[in-house]
């Protein structure tokens, strides 16, 4: 831990900032704010499609003052510049310099906030600011809980403002000593904190172990499957914040893994009704083929069969239909609903 009081920086000069769903209307607001010529680089991820240019670049230079890049495979840290992480690659730092990765994703997410975050912190330590803006779920907290524990600072959107307040609540409720304000502020704050002087970083890095986790350890078994490899999770206690990860690197928020697990569940559920409704179409047909034949007990057995899996298929389609059907309401004998909802 870093308990040393005389430990100074000279100025915060890198700005790492995520944002995902509603973000591009704050970024834009905070870009618009930030005063031309700082001594820093500000660093962005936004959560885009991993195919396809993006537009981001252009958006931003006409907002604001700054010449906006999209990350190169590797770069030198450069001074009032803005640099975007490019779609499906992870944008990190790496002995003070910018490179890009095809990492394991995050919270199913490539680019992912949290990777940033993280790596700036353990690269640059007390010379960082962190800006969580709009965002669902609470992609960026862990990384800002590093951010924090390095000495850096952590800013976050007012989630009264946010078009998706979720990141920047996560954020508040799980980094003490959060500054909380609109995104046109927190670009005008930014621009006050880059031209600072000696920094002292021993109250805020006192208390936190900042040692990066270990590959070899990678916490307890959770008893749950990776959504993106199936591999074995593992529990990580992360400044407070529950957080799973697999040996690969894939890495999930304890709501990140819910919403994905619901996906899982409805991918299932509607390959299953296809299965169904494709075995009763079958059995239908052979039924038809068999009385065409005069073997009625074929008929009748397939006849059955078609009708037990019809009904199967309806109670499959209700559940995608209405999620919140109560299974032990549902009459599985005639497949209609007799009681209510939950």
């Not at 604001?64 to 009032?80: H, K």
């Not at 962190?130 to 000495?151: E, P, Q």
């Not at 952590?154 to 989630?159: R, S």
């Not at 209405?322 to 032990?328: E, Q």
Request: include cysteine.
């Amino acid at each position: 831990m870093m308990t040393d009081a005389s430990k100074m920086t000279d100025f915060r000069d890198i700005v790492v900032v995520g944002a995902s769903a509603g973000g591009l209307e704050s970024l834009i607001a905070f870009v618009r704010a930030l005063e031309a010529n700082l001594p820093a680089t500000i660093l962005v991820v936004l959560h885009v499609p991993s195919s396809g240019a993006s537009a981001l670049p252009r958006i931003l230079e006409r907002s604001g003052r700054w010449p906006v890049d999209i990350a190169m495979a590797e770069q030198d840290l450069e001074p009032g510049r803005i640099v975007i992480a490019p779609p499906d690659r992870h944008l990190v730092i790496i002995d003070s310099r910018l490179r890009t990765s095809h990492g394991p994703r995050e919270n199913g997410h490539r680019p992912a906030v949290d990777v940033l975050f993280r790596s700036a912190a353990h690269a640059c330590g007390p010379r960082v600011i962190a800006v969580v803006l709009s965002g669902s779920l609470d992609d960026g907290t862990a990384g800002a809980i590093t951010v924090k524990a390095h000495g850096g600072l952590v800013l976050a959107q007012d989630p009264a403002e946010a078009a998706y307040p979720g990141m920047p609540q996560s954020v508040i409720k799980h980094v003490a000593g959060t500054e909380v304000a609109t995104a046109a502020h927190l670009g005008a704050m930014v621009s006050q904190l880059c031209r600072t002087d000696g920094v002292s970083v021993a109250s805020e890095t006192a208390g936190f172990d900042i040692a990066p986790p270990s590959d070899d350890e990678p916490g307890q078994p959770a008893g749950f499957g990776c959504p993106e490899c199936h591999g074995p999770l593992f529990e990580i206690e992360d400044g407070g914040l529950l957080r799973f990860r697999c040996r690969l690197g894939h890495a999930w928020s304890s709501h990140g893994l819910l919403v994905e697990q619901a996906q899982a569940l409805e991918n299932a559920l509607w390959i299953a009704l296809r299965t169904l409704e494709e075995k009763a179409a079958l059995s239908i047909q052979l039924a038809e083929r068999a009385t065409e034949r005069g073997s009625v007990l074929s008929s009748e057995r397939f006849s059955e069969q078609a009708e037990e899996t019809t009904r199967s298929a309806a109670l499959v389609r209700r559940l995608l239909e209405n999620p919140a059907i109560d299974l032990g309401a549902i009459d599985t004998d005639s497949g209609v609903e007799s009681a209510h909802h939950v």
